[in-house]
């Protein structure tokens, strides 16, 4: 069965980055893309961006662009989320999701990330 | 900024039915939004529940349906259960971004 199994919660300081795994099993992990989403405390779902696992293109939410990068790495079936300049208003609950063919049917079990001074 | 408007909360009775809505600032939802839709119960992750409009994934209630409605998208839950009380979250597609709604909270009383 499809798992995708994400990396334990982060506490970084303002100003930091944090970089988040998501390593997958159960399918050809080269035959999807990997979306990332998050959940601030409290608040809804915010997609944050994308990649294909199979050639690398990726796509952002305008509003992470340029703070966010994701990657994968094939070899090892893992994606990784990066997120620079952490302000308190990133802390939230980070979530990888398998991505392909407009369904989103499969979700990390979320890592939460918590910013403070 | 496109928006995706959902209500933020519906209550229905055990047994009963009701639709919850998905709405894009950029006018009528069609197909090519791919909508999906997620419960989601506090603690937990995201839970699909349908995809590309109306499609059910083998895990799905058959009680759920999605559709396009009235220049929406849809769930519908019919013959509704307690576990089924959740937040619900639609989510489109504009062409390489993903957007959410807000979310719909679900009470069954």
């Known amino acids: 069965q499809v798992q995708l199994v994400q990396s334990g919660a982060e506490v970084k300081k303002p100003g930091a980055s944090v970089k988040v795994s998501c390593k997958a099993s159960g399918y050809t992990f080269t035959s999807s893309g990997i979306s990332w989403v998050r959940q601030a405390p409290g608040q809804g779902l915010e997609w944050m961006g994308w990649i294909s696992a199979y050639n690398g293109n990726t796509n952002y939410a305008r509003k992470h662009q340029g703070r966010v990068t994701v990657t994968t790495d094939t070899s090892t079936s893992t994606a990784y989320m990066e997120l620079r300049s952490l302000g308190s208003d990133d802390t939230a609950v980070y979530y990888c999701v398998k991505d392909y063919a407009y369904n989103m049917d499969s979700w990390g079990q979320g890592t939460l990330v918590t910013v403070s001074s | 900024q496109t928006v995706v408007t959902q209500e933020p909360s519906l209550t229905v009775s055990p047994g009963g039915t009701v639709t919850l809505t998905c709405a894009s600032s950029?006018?009528?939802?069609?197909?090519?939004?791919?909508p999906n839709w997620f419960q989601q119960k506090p603690g937990q992750a995201p839970r699909p529940l349908i995809y590309t409009t109306s499609n059910k994934h083998s895990w799905t209630p058959a009680r759920f349906s999605g559709s396009l409605l009235g220049g929406k998208a849809a769930l519908t839950l019919s013959g509704v259960q307690p576990e089924d009380e959740a937040e619900y979250y639609c989510l489109l597609y504009y062409g390489g971004a993903w957007v959410f709604g807000g979310g719909t909270k679900l009470t069954v009383l």
């Open positions: 950029t006018g009528a939802v069609t197909s090519g939004y791919y």
